[in-house]
């Protein structure tokens, strides 16, 4: 079984909660979707609420993730035979494992994999994608197949779960789904920097006429990019 995966969370901190899951799920010719939102018992920040556009009263009552349908589904299919495909996976494994989920079988990461078949993309984030491939070409005919209507394509997290089935797909074409599997564990030497003072340019270029930016980059954002920082490394150290 494919399991497609978007969350919406309190925040990007290891201290915040899922708010937010939805969930496509696709087995052969048979298919069904899940979005739900959960209370985690962590308050929603006017920032996360500005970006997610889920607010404490919309979550107030509703179950807790392991009292969801959500929950249920994924514990169901948590075996070696269904993969789990997210866009930068590492953050909703963490997640999951923050409220007691702890995945046991494949993963596939649209994001690393994407770092990997298509370099030349000048950014990486699931919404540039989405108009860079043009995937919103194919997403209104497959949003009414998961309970979607147009207008609810891409603004919460089971629109951006079917963009993730979408990208998916187009990476499908490229390599096989073994091959993305194996491309998920691989870290990824980056080639141009996609924000900062240098944004644009190749990463190598910037390893030779300014060595102390790539250095102050690693000392000093902690939440670096773990293929950026690996990129960084190679460059500085060889």
């Not at 997403?139 to 998961?146: G, H, I, S, T």
């Not at 190749?202 to 060595?211: A, G, K, T």
Request: negative net charge.
């Amino acid at each position: 079984m494919l399991i497609f995966l978007d969350l919406e969370t309190t925040g990007l901190q290891c201290s915040d909660k899922i708010c937010s899951i939805g969930i496509i799920a696709v087995d052969k010719e048979e298919s069904l979707s899940i979005y739900e939102l959960v209370n985690e018992g962590k308050k929603i920040p006017a920032e996360a609420s500005s970006i997610n556009h889920i607010t404490n009263e919309m979550i107030k009552g509703r179950p807790s993730l392991k009292e969801s349908s959500a929950w249920k589904f994924l514990s169901e299919h948590n075996h070696e035979s269904s993969t789990l495909i997210a866009h930068n996976i590492d953050f909703d494994l963490g997640m999951l494992e923050s409220s007691g989920f702890v995945w046991q079988g494949k993963t596939i990461d649209t994001l690393r994999v994407t770092k990997h078949l298509m370099p030349e993309c000048e950014q990486f984030s699931l919404q540039f994608l989405r108009y860079e491939l043009k995937l919103y070409r194919d997403e209104l005919q497959e949003a009414f197949k998961y309970g979607l209507d147009g207008g609810g394509v891409a603004h919460n997290a089971l629109g951006d779960a079917l963009c993730v089935k979408l990208l998916y797909e187009s990476l499908l074409q490229i390599k096989e789904h073994d091959t993305l599997v194996e491309l998920t564990q691989k870290n990824v030497l980056m080639q141009k920097f996609d924000f900062g003072k240098y944004s644009g340019r190749y990463i190598e270029e910037i390893s030779m006429c300014d060595r102390g930016y790539l250095e102050w980059m690693l000392s000093n954002i902690s939440d670096l990019d773990e293929d950026m920082r690996y990129t960084l490394k190679r460059y500085l150290h060889g």
